[in-house]
């Protein structure tokens, strides 16, 4: 076990500099916090660190409410709308920009970082469009003055992203790039008449292959994160926990509520192999949040867009299903690793118990 007084010691020998044991010790309370408690092989998810980080987000929420309350003030007295939204999203991502400097950066919290990371994509994509879109197009209906304002937004995001390194701000840009593409796609296109449009193979439009499109790549990116950490103890693992809740919604978009709304005999049998689809790679890759996010995703939808005597029993299955993988998730996945054929690169993946 090393200590300050060993990092101390390693400094003044000469055998670390300054900057490689401020970095070592991070990396030991990074991985401490993600790990401490926690059974072996379970998936290490981190929110907050204390309830001091909970009164900062909370400070941080009243302070935006009452920021957005003097915008609002301001931009209706001001003579010229557009210039008082462009000043004031430059002012809010400047402030915002300074929090994350300290609270980020300095002090490496958590859920104020999750905070901050929604704070800035809000006020990067209320500040490009209120400079740059149309608002008469899109209250008639035409979104495309918003194109190049998401797209901007998506890509300040991504500048954030790099300084900041939030694993939560990952999970933003991968939404903010979804709604790009359908954005372009609506323009090019029409919009969806239907929301069941953006979900199912067999609606008009482009919008689902997208959502399976969008799916993939998180999901590639999610893997890249993954493998080059496979014992889940730096900060890409959360890059990859994050991507992966992204990931899954998108995939299950076009696979499993298209057979969900197919009233076929054969459906429900092809939505349980698609769901063992999902569960058996989320078990390899040992990623619990993967079928969580697919499976929550499915329920929330067979609740809200579709209905039925099926849709109903598809959630009593699939309930039942998440109970006897967390029961059994261990051995399960042991046996699995074992039947991998032997291209798979086992040892980029998280080690069995």
């Known amino acids: ?159 954030y992203w790099f300084r900041f390194r939030v694993p939560f701000a990952l999970a933003i840009i991968a939404v903010m790039a979804f709604a790009v593409s359908i954005l372009i796609a609506g323009t090019r296109n029409g919009a969806p008449e239907d929301t069941r449009d953006l979900f199912l193979l067999s609606a008009d439009g482009p919008f689902a292959l997208i959502t399976l499109g969008i799916g993939c790549v998180v999901f590639a990116i999610a893997m890249m994160f993954d493998m080059s950490d496979p014992h889940r103890v730096t900060r890409r693992a959360a890059n990859g926990f994050w991507l992966h809740v992204v990931a899954a919604p998108a995939l299950v978009n076009t696979l499993a509520l298209t057979l969900l709304d197919s009233e076929s ?43 039925g005597e099926g849709a109903v029993f598809t959630v009593l299955l699939l309930g039942a299903f998440l109970v006897f993988l967390g029961a059994r998730w261990e051995r399960i996945r042991a046996g699995l690793l074992q039947m991998l054929p032997g291209f798979i690169p086992k040892h980029r993946l998280p080690p069995s118990v």
């Open 1 to 159: 076990m090393i200590d300050k007084d060993d990092l101390r010691a390693s400094v003044g020998a000469g055998i670390l500099t300054e900057a490689q044991a401020a970095s070592l010790k991070a990396l030991a309370d990074s991985r401490r916090g993600a790990r401490e408690n926690l059974e072996p092989g379970d998936e290490p998810f981190e929110l907050f660190r204390g309830f001091n980080e909970i009164f900062i987000v909370l400070g941080l929420a009243i302070l935006t409410s009452g920021w957005i309350g003097v915008v609002t003030f301001y931009t209706i007295d001001s003579g010229d709308i557009r210039n008082a939204l462009i000043l004031s999203g430059l002012v809010g991502g400047a402030i915002i920009w300074l929090l994350s400097e300290y609270f980020i950066r300095r002090r490496r919290m958590v859920a104020p970082a999750i905070a901050l990371s929604l704070m800035f994509a809000a006020n990067a994509g209320y500040g490009f469009a209120g400079g740059l879109a149309e608002v008469f197009m899109v209250a008639q209906g035409d979104n495309s003055s918003l194109v190049v304002p998401f797209v901007l937004a998506t890509g300040a995001m991504l500048i």
């Open 265 to 307: 005999a054969w459906s429900n049998s092809m939505l349980i192999a698609v769901m063992v689809l999902f569960a058996v790679i989320a078990i390899v890759i040992d990623r619990r949040s993967f079928l969580i996010a697919a499976i929550s995703y499915i329920v929330v939808l067979s609740a809200t867009v579709f209905d």
